[in-house]
């Protein structure tokens, strides 16, 4: 029973334009969301992160939106650029005190074409 | 600053071998997580350790073993490997809050 789900496996946008990777859980205890971006041979690295108390969380080009009635999260990258292609993870907590432990997505591979 | 170093990065077995995955980190984070990677199937949890001392399994812990050796080090064995345990394993450390998760750089492990 997958948690987390990212339906699309890839997603191809170009340079300039926004890419918006979306993800979905059915957990209703997961409290926290966060984003991570995996590029080939390295290990995945934190990008971005919303509690559920908020809507919206915006870190530069890195929008994340949280959907808490729909149990969906998005997030936005604007504009795109071709460092962005990469392999995008989300990932869901619950319990916003002490120890957490993460449950991931299969992930969204964006291509950035120039 | 070198955060969460895992060894070895390559290693071919064969079925029936055994072997110690170690991981390292140095954030004082007291939080260590064992994660293996496979096509469409995203990250999926092993092992993990929430503090020194104790350890936990996660989605998928069979034909694993692990060790909180202390604060710093956290150990994946192999007792007899599978070739369905070929597989890029991440080591990852955790902060207290917000709960985010610093990765090494994986260790791709085949098994013929």
């Not at chain 2, 694993?64 to 202390?70: A, F, M, W």
């Not at chain 2, 990765?103 to 085949?110: A, I, K």
């Amino acid at each position: 029973d997958q948690q987390v789900k990212q339906n699309s496996p890839s997603l191809s946008v170009q340079e300039g334009r926004i890419s918006i990777l979306n993800c979905d859980y059915t957990n209703s205890m997961f409290d926290y969301f966060l984003w991570y971006k995996k590029y080939p041979a390295e290990g995945p690295t934190f990008l971005i992160s919303i509690s559920s108390i908020k809507d919206k969380n915006e870190d530069g080009r890195f929008t994340v939106f949280l959907n808490k009635s729909a149990k969906h999260l998005s997030l936005h990258i604007v504009p795109s650029q071709p460092g962005d292609s990469a392999v995008y993870f989300c990932a869901a907590s619950a319990g916003n005190t002490g120890f957490q432990k993460l449950v991931f997505g299969t992930g969204t591979r964006l291509l950035v074409s120039p | 600053n070198a955060g969460v170093t895992q060894t070895p990065k390559f290693q071919v077995l064969k079925t029936g071998q055994s072997m110690t995955l170690q991981c390292a980190q140095d954030m004082n984070h007291n939080s260590m997580y064992w994660y293996r990677q496979d096509p469409g199937m995203g990250l999926r949890l092993i092992y993990y350790s929430a503090s020194e001392g104790t350890t936990d399994k996660g989605e998928v812990p069979n034909g694993y073993n692990v060790s909180r050796l202390n604060k710093r080090e956290f150990s994946l064995r192999l007792e007899s490997a599978a070739p369905s345990q070929t597989s890029v394993y991440f080591c990852a450390s955790q902060r207290q809050k917000p709960g985010e998760l610093f990765f090494g750089e994986g260790s791709r492990l085949t098994v013929l």
